[in-house]
């Protein structure tokens, strides 16, 4: 029932599409730019008055309209933020072709509300178009996959490239906080390995620009300790039309809008897309062996309606769902030292099947009045997200660990020379959630404009908001796991047969949150001497399941000198960020819930600066250069241990720590038309869990030695990313698309004993390089020139040749545990997808 309605709701979509023409007319179009600055302005409203000829300049600020031909017409131009302009048109023959440039004068405010989104740039921002992003190769197909390259202290983490899960600065996947267009994005809850992942919420082919802040965000943002990642999509003024297809996959999305009304003066804007993605053949390239079927669908739309030029109505729904399906064969995997080498040999029996079923909804009414001074806007949101979760395994593995001979000048090099241990593994699990979220949110915001002389301008902005969730989930978990080595079951206890591990529990709860926030915005600009902008203010949650209440201050300033030769500025952020805790916080590994537990805290200090340099022209923009410096206190930590992308928490406020580094980037297009991105990253986060007096055993060392804090699950020293672009000389049209990562190893502990000698050891460093090559096979541009063409009817056709882990590089997503009956564990690694082949196409039309 589900696919029929998202067929016929796209097909509906496509009949949206309406044009007005009149016989007697002439074609006026052109560019609306800023007066100041030169740049682009868009969602400029663009009328001929006392008619219904309307027309809205796009992103690039570009626009055309068909106006009436033999008579004098007057163009209305107006956009918040600048000074509305009425131009004289002089009459326009029939069939008359006209272009103009029209500038747009800022009012005094520097700050700037987008009507629809009610939207503020915020210094503690890195912000991005997401039209430089759509040829990086990624594996995941996902767009948090690209973060990395483009985002301060951002990493994959374990899951590596199948994952779209990220950590920012020392923080975990649950620590992020996600918006579309100010909904909050939920993900599954039981994902426990790479593989399960399908495909997140963001579409790329969506996105106008997206908005990143590693740490020090103001209030208005939520609850989490780690990041905000606030997307927005586009705001379409033409029908368009994209379809792609891969190895991997293939999508349709499709835009528009259109004028409606009696007048014409009420606008129909509309956004739709379809994905589809397969890992199957990604997967094969892995140790283990077997017949792998991975199938992941999204449908999301994103609908909005102008009841007037200050009212408009948004509508955004989403239907995700990932089934996976394995059925192991066997395994084999080496590893070790030039001296000692091990070998894991497997065959299984059985199956694996999950199935991630997600629902989003919501609405929203924003009513920017129309006013000579102190811009308002009031924003209303409702929303609704569900998520039906199973995950059903049942595999017996029969293995063998054997030493084998790694001597050169041996006969039997590569063969084994002796058995460590042999025996079977039983997995099974039957794991069932339900998960929904109800939001009811209002935000609004307010401008005072100040004039303080000739030379100098001064502005407040106030926002409030206030939120409402009603949260309900209702699991059933069933999951054990035996282990026999020689016969003998692990644990062994010479009477019983004892599972090694069995997690049983049933569980359901309601719960609600209230939160809210209050912040203002001060800017004061000396025309010729500093631009300086100071925000601040609070945020209060309050949660019933725990009877919490948590206010959180926060405080952020940034200066901009304007008589300067560098064009640079500076910021200083600082303030306390909450994280209460969701479902998976709350089950301790028994799985149990503590409803006792409460909100993990911490304090953000951040400090950098931004200086944009070299020439600027018409084709070439200038290279920027970011780095920031940050420390974060924490405590009230939930301790957990990471495998691939399983979070398993203790359920308990158990730890306290710190985290401390420095994030730098460089962007630019160092080949003339292509912009790349270079990111590198160092940190140190450390912790303690309390009570425990943690060990450290060094190398050659009989003697154990205290250590006051230990790593963290996230500490990774050193991350650099890399994404560079170039094209063939004289010949743009072929170009070629680089992307490397390299992050040294993550921590982790022995399995089940990894609390006082904690992460003592490391996975080896995750080094990675995909690269692309496209092709332009067609431009509009090349009508004229090849009218003959069979994409003659589409703007735009690429292929693409991508090239995945070039280098062949074997990385670990996780370890497997192989434990004899002596209780010694040898740690068997888990690697990540080896160089495989995609090609690619995309069709713009």
Do not use: C
């Not at 029929?4 to 309406?18: D, Q, R």
């Not at 709350?586 to 944009?612: E, I, M, Y």
């Amino acid at each position: 029932m589900r696919f029929y309605f998202g067929v016929v709701f796209t097909s509906l979509l496509f009949f949206l599409i309406g044009n007005i023409s009149e016989a007697q007319t002439g074609t006026l179009s052109g560019i609306v730019v800023d007066e100041l600055t030169g740049a682009a302005v868009d969602l400029a409203i663009l009328q001929i008055e006392e008619t219904n000829v309307f027309a809205e300049s796009a992103d690039e600020g570009s626009f055309e309209m068909e106006v009436p031909a033999k008579v004098s017409l007057q163009l209305r131009v107006s956009r918040i933020g600048y000074n509305s302009l009425i131009k004289s048109l002089p009459e326009f023959e029939i069939g008359e072709n006209r272009t103009v440039v029209i500038y747009l004068v800022p009012v005094d405010a520097d700050l700037e509300v987008i009507v629809r989104s009610g939207r503020i740039e915020e210094v503690t921002m890195i912000r991005e178009r997401a039209e430089e992003l759509r040829m990086i190769p990624s594996v995941s197909g996902n767009f948090e996959s690209l973060l990395s390259g483009i985002a301060l202290g951002t990493y994959g983490g374990t899951g590596g490239e199948l994952s779209s899960q990220y950590i920012v600065r020392g923080g975990n996947y649950d620590e992020n906080l996600v918006y579309v267009n100010d909904f909050e994005i939920y993900r599954p809850q039981l994902i426990s390995t790479s593989q399960q992942e399908g495909l997140s919420f963001p579409n790329i082919n969506l996105i106008r620009d997206i908005s990143f802040s590693s740490g020090g965000f103001l209030p208005r943002y939520g609850d989490k300790m780690s990041s905000v990642l606030d997307i927005r999509y586009k705001v379409p003024t033409e029908f368009r039309l994209g379809l792609e297809a891969s190895m991997l996959g293939g999508g349709i999305h499709m835009e528009g809008s259109t004028w409606m009304g009696d007048h014409g003066q009420n606008k129909l804007r509309y956004l739709a897309g379809f994905r589809y993605k397969t890992t199957r053949y990604l997967l094969g390239t892995l140790d283990v062996t077997g017949e792998y079927s991975p199938d992941f669908y999204d449908f999301q739309a994103y609908v909005t309606y102008d009841f007037n030029p200050s009212l408009q109505l948004g509508l955004i729904g989403n239907y995700n769902r990932s089934i996976y399906t394995f059925i192991p064969e066997e395994r084999t995997t080496a590893s070790g030292l030039v001296d000692f080498a091990l070998q894991l040999s497997s065959v299984f029996e059985g199956s694996e099947l999950d199935d991630f079923e997600n629902f989003m909804g919501g609405a929203s009414l924003t009513w920017v009045p129309e006013r000579d001074e102190n811009p308002l806007y009031l924003k209303f949101l409702t929303s609704a997200f569900q998520s039906d979760e199973n995950e059903t395994t049942d595999i017996l593995g029969f293995y063998r660990l054997a030493q084998i001979d790694t001597d050169i000048g041996s006969d039997n090099l590569g063969e084994e020379i002796a058995i460590l241990g042999t025996g079977t593994q039983h997995k099974y699990k039957r794991n069932f959630l339900t998960l929904r979220v109800m939001n009811l949110k209002h935000r609004g915001g307010i401008e005072f404009n100040q004039l303080g002389g000739e030379n100098r301008s001064s502005s407040n902005f106030v926002e409030w908001g206030t939120g409402y969730k009603r949260e309900y989930f209702n699991d059933w978990i069933n999951e054990w796991e035996r282990l026999d080595s020689a016969g003998y079951s692990i644990p062994y206890d010479g009477n019983d047969v004892t599972l090694f591990s069995v997690l049983k529990t049933e569980n359901s709860e309601y719960s609600n949150r209230f939160d809210g926030f209050v912040q203002n915005t001060y800017t004061l600009v000396d025309h010729g001497s500093r631009e300086w902008q100071i925000a601040g203010g609070v945020r209060f949650n309050y949660w019933d399941l725990n009877n919490e209440l948590v206010i959180s201050p926060r405080l952020s300033t940034s200066l901009k000198p304007l008589d300067w030769a560098r064009d640079m500025s500076f910021r200083l952020s600082a303030g306390f960020y909450a994280q209460p805790p969701f479902y998976r916080e709350l089950r301790r590994p028994d799985g149990t819930l503590n409803f006792d537990l409460k909100a993990q805290q911490s304090f953000h200090l951040v400090g950098g600066f931004t200086w944009d340099f070299g020439e600027s022209t018409g084709t070439r923009r200038k290279y920027r250069w970011i780095t920031e410096l940050y420390y974060k206190n924490l405590w009230n930590l939930v301790s957990y241990e990471l495998d691939n992308v399983k979070i398993q928490y203790s359920g308990e406020n158990d730890a306290t720590g710190y985290v401390f580094g420095i994030d730098t980037r460089l962007n630019g297009e160092f080949v003339p038309g292509a912009e790349s991105w270079i990111n590198l990253s160092i940190l140190s986060a450390r912790e303690k869990l309390d009570g425990i007096t943690h060990l450290k055993r060094e190398l050659g060392e009989p003697e154990a030695q205290k250590v006051s804090n230990v790593p963290r699950p996230s500490d990774q020293l050193v991350t650099v990313s890399i994404f560079f672009q170039d094209y063939l000389p004289h010949n743009e049209n072929f170009k070629m698309h680089l992307n490397l990562e390299f992050g040294t190893g993550l921590p982790f502990g022995l399995r089940d004993n990894n609390r006082v000698f904690r992460n003592t050891y490391r996975y080896p460093p995750y080094h990675r390089v995909d690269i692309g090559f496209s092709y332009l096979l067609w431009d509009q541009k090349n009508t004229d020139s090849r009218p003959n063409s069979i994409f003659r009817s589409t703007r735009r056709v690429w292929a693409s040749l991508e090239v995945f882990n070039l280098m062949q590089v074997q990385n670990e997503a996780s370890k497997t545990w192989v434990k004899t009956i002596f209780q010694t564990q040898y740690a068997i690694p888990n690697y990540l997808t080896s160089r495989r082949i995609n090609l690619r196409f995309q069709i713009d039309i």
